[in-house]
């Protein structure tokens, strides 16, 4: 069984970039979801992917937008990027149609913007 | 919208102890699952425990447990026997169970240090 994995680890970019995160959902799962995770703090649901279509968002402006792709890979772009922006970002998969399935994490990738 | 607290932003342990990690969380929802996830140093995210709120049994999964007391609105995390790869930071967090595609929500974190 393949696991959540994330590209790439690591980012440093400047105010007023752009950028695109990826993620490839665990084998068998066809839901992905996003997280932002600021320093010190827990994740924070920024929106789910499923069937290549936004299926849930939180708390986020439209500068994040995300895609899913038929392999049920997933990419997270954010534009106009800020500095309140550097944070872990981590991908999840999971099953969509089995509430009781649990979400399984990726190693997420660091960004720093300065 | 639910929120989940951790009111421990720090705990110890001695190795071979047990420790408990305290969580609650505020919701008009009946039926959802409440989680503990680790996050180790390397970052990613581990499943410890499940509970479905439509069970009264307590979870258990080998040293770790959960205290779940659902008109509380509290889900503890017991930890038996307390190992050096326990250090981590323990996340608690909930999903709702009505509909598809739900969020989870999470607390801010507990990091638990295991004493030698």
């Known amino acids: 069984e393949t696991g959540v994995t994330q590209s790439p680890t690591h980012l440093i970019k400047t105010r007023g970039q752009q950028v695109t995160l990826r993620c490839s959902s665990q084998s068998g799962h066809n839901t992905v979801s996003w997280y932002q995770q600021a320093l010190g703090q827990g994740p924070q649901f920024i929106f789910q992917?499923?069937?290549?279509?936004?299926?849930g968002r939180g708390n986020f402006p439209p500068r994040f937008s995300g895609l899913q792709f038929p392999n049920y890979s997933s990419e997270l772009n954010v534009n106009a990027l800020e500095l309140d922006d550097s944070a872990l970002y981590l991908c999840a998969s999971s099953l969509f149609y089995d509430p009781r399935e649990t979400q399984y994490f990726g190693p997420g990738t660091r960004l720093l913007v300065l | 919208a639910q929120t989940v607290t951790q009111s421990q932003p720090e705990m110890s342990v001695q190795e071979a102890e047990t420790v408990t990690l305290s969580c609650t969380y505020d919701t008009s929802e009946s039926d959802y699952y409440l989680f503990w996830y680790k996050q180790p140093p390397s970052r990613q995210m581990i499943l410890v425990i499940r509970q479905e709120a439509y069970k009264q049994q307590n979870a258990t999964e080998n040293r770790f447990s959960v205290n779940f007391q659902k008109a509380a609105k509290s889900f503890s995390l017991k930890i038996s026997d307390s190992q050096l790869g326990d250090a981590a930071m323990y996340f608690c967090?909930?999903?709702?169970?009505?509909?598809?595609?739900?969020?989870?929500?999470f607390g801010t974190g507990t990091s638990l240090t295991v004493i030698p």
């Open positions: 992917y499923y069937r290549e279509e936004e299926n």
């Open positions: 967090a909930y999903r709702s169970a009505l509909g598809t595609g739900n969020q989870f929500y």
